[in-house]
T-cell receptor, first 114, second 112 residues
Framework: DADVTQTPRNRITKTGKRIMLECSQT?????MYWYRQDPGLGLRLIYY???????NKGEISDGYSVSRQAQAKFSLSLESAIPNQTALYFC?????????????FGPGTRLTVL | QQQVKQSPQSLIVQKGGISIINCAYE??????FPWYQQFPGKGPALLIA?????SEKKEGRFTISFNKSAKQFSLHIMDSQPGDSATYFC???????????FGKGTRLSVIA
């Protein structure tokens, strides 16, 4: 969905490096999410934010941090990347009032940690 | 603890056949059960969803069947087409209050 954009789309980095993945949305939704997808493991929630002042840990938050800079922006950081963080990362948005809390996903960022 | 269990992991169906994917959940407080469809290189997108006040919901060739007592729900794809080949995820949540918990996904291949 072009309304949810993720940058970069692909990234190769080295162990120990700090990396930030960015998500922007023009849907006006108040809720934003970060997931990682691994083959055979499905979509696992890293962090979520129900509004600008709300940040919550998901199922697998260790090794990650987030920042909700504005309603439209939600960034995911890996403070010191490790190889098992190699995965496909998705940002998603939803809004209970206008979209019945349906989640709209971005196109994903493929991250490789060497 | 896996809150939503999805099966099978992969499925091959002949064109025109019926594809069936099953999910089971543990948290009896869940009251929203969507299915998401993901094509290669794309993010998942909502396909169909059900609330527990009904036992079945149909949208075109796609039907969700819901069994509250068994804590199970399933996706049926009638007259499966090659264009339906994708990965399907079931999910569950307490609607509006908690984020979705996803199953591990089913890779469906529809062959001619």
């Amino acid at each position: 969905d072009a309304d949810v954009t993720q940058t970069p789309r692909n990234r190769i980095t080295k162990t120990g490096k700090r990396i930030m993945l960015e998500c922007s949305q023009t849907k006006g939704h108040d809720r934003m999410y970060w997931y990682r997808q691994d083959p055979g493991l499905g979509l696992r929630l890293i962090y979520y934010s129900f509004d600008v002042k709300d940040i919550n840990k998901g199922e697998i938050s260790d090794g990650y941090s987030v920042s909700r800079q504005a309603q439209a922006k939600f960034s995911l950081s890996l403070e010191s990347a490790i190889p098992n963080q190699t995965a496909l990362y998705f940002c998603a948005t939803s809004d209970l009032r206008t979209a019945a809390d349906t989640q709209y996903f971005g196109p994903g960022t493929r991250l490789t940690v060497l | 603890q896996q809150q939503v269990k999805q099966s099978p992991q992969s499925l091959i169906v002949q064109k025109g056949g019926i594809s069936i994917i099953n999910c089971a959940y543990e948290n009896t407080a869940f009251d929203y059960f969507p299915w998401y469809q993901q094509f290669p290189g794309k993010g998942p997108a909502l396909l169909i969803a059900i609330r527990p006040d009904v036992s079945e919901k149909k949208e075109g060739r796609f039907t969700i069947s819901f069994n509250k007592s068994a804590k199970q729900f399933s996706l049926h794809i009638m007259d499966s087409q090659p264009g339906d080949s994708a990965t399907y995820f079931c999910a569950a949540s307490i609607w509006g209050n908690t984020p979705l918990v996803f199953g591990k996904g089913t890779r469906l291949s529809v062959i001619a």
